[in-house]
C-alpha cells in the first residue's frame, strides 16, 4: 500500500493553490524532467494525487514522484528529489 | 478591449480575500452561478480557478477549488457550482447563500488550463456537465474579443435540462459563424433533437473536432474518467499530447 491509495487522483493545475504556499510564482507552466525517465512536462499536466498530508506530483510517463509538498505541525516541507530539473518560463 | 497581463496577475500575493454575492443565477435544478464582487481583485485568465474557504463558528474550515466561468472582461468574478449531495461546501454554495452574503476566496489561481485569444486557435473545448464552467470564461472571452478563432465546442450533459449556458452558448453560435455549438444529450433528448443521442467517444470527436493536422488548442474538462477517455480517444485520432489539456474533476464537483 502506498501513500497514494487514498487520493483523489486530479490534473497539477489543480495544485496551483496549495503550490503557491510553497512557491512566490504559478509554477503551473514551469516544467519538471523527470530523473527517472528524463521526460518533460508542464506541472500543470503531471498527475496530482491530492492525499490529505498534501501535494504529491508524479510523472505521467512513468508515473515516478517528482515534488512532494507537505504541510506539518512543523512547518511546510518540499521534497523534489525525483526531479531533475525545473525550468521556469521567462518573465 | 481590456488587455491581459499574464504575468503581471500571476505574481501577486496569492491571499485570502472576501467576497460577497452580488447575483445569484438558478442554472438548471442542480446548479447555480455566483456573481461575486470580490475585494482587491486583480482580474484573471479564462480558464483559472479559485479556491473557496468555508469557515464554521466553531473555527472548522473546508476548501473546495472552483473555476471562473466570467470572462477576464468583467471585473467581478462567477463560479458556477454544482450541488454534490453530502458535500461539505457545495450543497451551502447552492442551496443556502443569498445575496450579500460573503465568503473566503483565493485566487485566481493556475496558469496552465488557460486560454487567451492571442492564442490563437483553432480552438476545440469538450465539457461534460459543470466542466463547462471554465471553458464558458474562454467562449465568453473570445466573443468579447470578436478575434474569429474557428471554434467549437462538444458539451455532453444528460439531459437539456441538465445543461447549464443553454441559451447563451445557442445565442453565441448564432451571431458567430466562426463558433460550432455541438451537443451530445446522453440520458434523454427533447422532441426534434438533431445532435447527439450517446457519450462522447472516438467517432463522435473524428465528426466534431478540427482533424490533429491543423493542431487545434484542445481543452477538456469533467469527470474523471470522461476526462480520461476523452484524452486518450483524442490521442489515437493524432492529436499530440502537448496540446491536450485537462481539468478533472474530483468527487467534490469542483474542478479544479
Partial sequence: MTDDDFALVLDGNAAAGALREVF????????????????????????????????????????????????????????MRGAHCMRLAQD | MTAIEPQAIQDRRLGWRRAKVRQVIV???RVKSLLLDVAGWPGHL????VDVRLT??????????????SPAEESWVALTVERVENGEVSPYLVDEIRMDDQFELRGPIGGYFVWTAAMGGPLCLIAAG???????AMLRHRDRQSAGVPSVLLYSARSIEDAI????????????????????????QPEGWTGYRRRVDKSMLADACFPAARTPRIYVCGPTPFVEDVSSFLEELGHNASMIKTERFGPSGGPA
Fill in chain 1, 24 to 79: 512566490a510564482a504559478d509554477i503551473t507552466t514551469a516544467e519538471i524532467q523527470c530523473d527517472t525517465c528524463g521526460g518533460t512536462g508542464a506541472v500543470g499536466g503531471l498527475r496530482y494525487y491530492a492525499a490529505p498530508m498534501g501535494v504529491v506530483l508524479r510523472c505521467t510517463n512513468c508515473a515516478a514522484i517528482l515534488l512532494r509538498a507537505v504541510r506539518t505541525p512543523h512547518g511546510r516541507w518540499l521534497e
Fill in chain 2, 27 to 29: 442554472e438548471t435544478s
Fill in chain 2, 46 to 49: 479564462p480558464g483559472q480557478h
Fill in chain 2, 56 to 69: 464554521d463558528k466553531d473555527g472548522y474550515q473546508a476548501q473546495r477549488s472552483y473555476s471562473i466561468a
Fill in chain 2, 130 to 136: 459543470s466542466g463547462i464552467a471554465p471553458l464558458m
Fill in chain 2, 165 to 188: 449556458y443553454g441559451k447563451e452558448l445557442a445565442a453565441m453560435a448564432r451571431r458567430d459563424p466562426d463558433l460550432r455549438v455541438v451537443g451530445a444529450l446522453t440520458r434523454q
